[in-house]
């Protein structure tokens, strides 16, 4: 195992893997930038270097300064969180050309999942069910409309260099396609310089399941069961929970052993190692795979209560070459476990709400866990992702998680910004959300404001 491990990330998840390294007896270094200099996961850690200006471009995405940072402190891997450079295989590249291990999937199969669309081939060939889509992108509009007669109305036309929703766009018959096609590659040549696109059947109300992977360097991978992260707004995650209540008290037997088969499969199609997770839509009875994710998630929690694994204590010691010794038959649910994301943001119009922690008590009780990145007098600048905390609750059944987490809710007091506890209250309140019927566009129909 190595000795010192730096942390290039920031907030709630930069503590996170802090406390699980130092419990492993590691040394930790945070890098910060100067909007975060008096940030708990600075604090905390071991060493601390400042790596620029509060622009992430000039801090969290500057690869020569967090690569300087390890060279002087002497730290041995680099763990990079989500977001950021977590996914960026070039910087996996350059970690392994400084001699230093990167907590993460090795860059060759995270080149293989870039391309959304080549990674829909690959696991297609490997038995994976994919929504029923174009084999590779569409070169014109001619053949964008091609696979949509083939596939059938509506469509949704998306970026191969995509992901988490951004460059898609949906085509409800032939006359919508040119426009929606030119939409979709000249944004996707805007945000990534590249324009292919690719054409899927367009499903109108899934649910977002997601399955947790994790991987030996050396050939062993099990899937560590699901997580259902449907309720979102404009692709930011807002709950998660684990189990789905598609799958839960044993429901759906055998759709849960497609999805999880399907889940290995594909992540053994990419060579995949260490944590990751693969994601599909669930509609009308059936999975379907849409990308992998290179990358530890935000709501990794969930799964690690329900499962009793440490996700970040395995990339450590997956990273640093180690086996992993939890066997498929090991991983078994205990319990239900609910995320929620808590923003600095205005509870009802969704602006950012930036501001000084005046007062900050979080809840305390059975079955409660909160990983925040900031504490009573921190200020929540506008710089980055505006999520503060993350309050994850446990019961023995989802209906106990659901009363514990009403409680947790109404007595966490925040004061000085905005904050979206208001909307989680109406989530948890709500009936449909209790019921278990959940679907992508949840939050346009339910958990309204009085
Ligand atoms: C879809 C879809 C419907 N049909 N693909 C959005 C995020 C990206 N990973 C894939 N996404 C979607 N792909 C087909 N063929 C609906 C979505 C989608 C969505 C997916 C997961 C979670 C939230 C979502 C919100 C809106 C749309």
């Not at 975060?36 to 471009?57: C, M, N």
């Not at 692709?235 to 399907?262: I, M, W, Y």
């Not at 501001?355 to 504490?375: H, I, S, W």
Request: charged content about 25%; overall charge negative; some cysteine.
């Amino acid at each position: 195992m190595f000795q010192k491990l730096l942390i290039a990330n920031r907030g709630e998840i930069a503590r996170r893997i802090g406390v699980v390294a130092r419990g492993m007896g590691l040394k930790t270094v945070a890098v910060y930038s100067d909007a975060d200099a008096e940030l708990p996961f600075v604090k905390e850690a071991d060493e601390a270097v400042r790596i620029g200006p509060a622009p992430a471009k000039d801090s969290y995405l500057n690869t020569a300064a967090i690569l300087e940072a390890a060279r002087q402190t002497g730290a041995q891997a680099i763990h990079p969180g989500y977001g950021f450079l977590s996914e960026n295989g070039e910087f996996a590249q350059a970690c392994a050309d400084a001699g230093l291990i990167f907590v993460g999937p090795p860059p060759e199969a995270m080149a293989r999942m870039k391309d959304k669309s080549q990674a829909r081939r690959l696991v297609s060939a490997a038995g994976v069910p994919v929504v029923p889509g174009s084999e590779d992108v569409v070169p014109d509009v001619a053949s964008a409309l091609a696979e949509a007669e083939r596939i059938g109305y509506p469509v949704l036309v998306k970026a191969a260099s995509g992901g988490g929703g951004i460059g898609m766009a949906v085509a409800r018959s032939p006359a919508e396609m040119e426009k929606v096609y030119r939409q979709c590659t000249d944004r996707a040549k805007a945000a990534f310089g590249k324009e292919g696109v690719y054409v899927e059947r367009y499903f109108p109300a899934p649910r977002h399941i997601e399955v947790q992977i994790l991987g030996d360097q050396h050939g062993h991978l099990i899937h560590c069961l699901e997580r259902e992260c449907s309720i979102q707004r404009r692709h930011q995650k807002v709950v998660e929970e684990a189990p789905s209540v598609l799958f839960a008290d044993g429901r759906n037997p055998e759709l849960a052993q497609k999805l999880f088969t399907a889940a290995v499969a594909a992540a053994k199609a990419f060579g995949y190692a260490n944590a990751g997770t693969v994601e599909f839509l669930y509609s009308d009875g059936e999975v379907y795979f849409i990308e992998m994710n290179a990358r530890l998630q935000v709501e990794h929690p969930v799964t690690e209560l329900t499962t009793g694994l440490d996700l970040i204590g395995w990339q450590l010691r997956i990273a640093a070459g180690e086996r992993l010794t939890v066997t498929q038959e090991d991983v078994k649910r205990r319990g239900a476990a609910l995320e929620f994301r808590i923003y600095a943001e205005d509870p009802v119009k969704f602006f950012p709400s930036p501001g000084p922690l005046k007062v900050f008590q979080p809840p305390t009780g059975e079955g409660v866990r909160l990983d925040a990145g900031y504490g009573e007098g921190n200020t929540v600048t506008p710089h980055y992702d505006p999520m503060i905390a993350k309050l994850i609750v446990t019961g023995e059944t989802r209906a106990q998680a659901i009363e514990r987490s009403v409680a947790a809710l109404q007595t966490f007091r925040i004061e000085g910004i905005k904050t979206n506890i208001p909307l989680h209250l109406r989530i948890v309140q709500d009936a449909a959300f209790q019921a278990g019927e959940l679907d992508t566009h949840f939050l346009e129909h339910h958990a309204k404001p009085a």
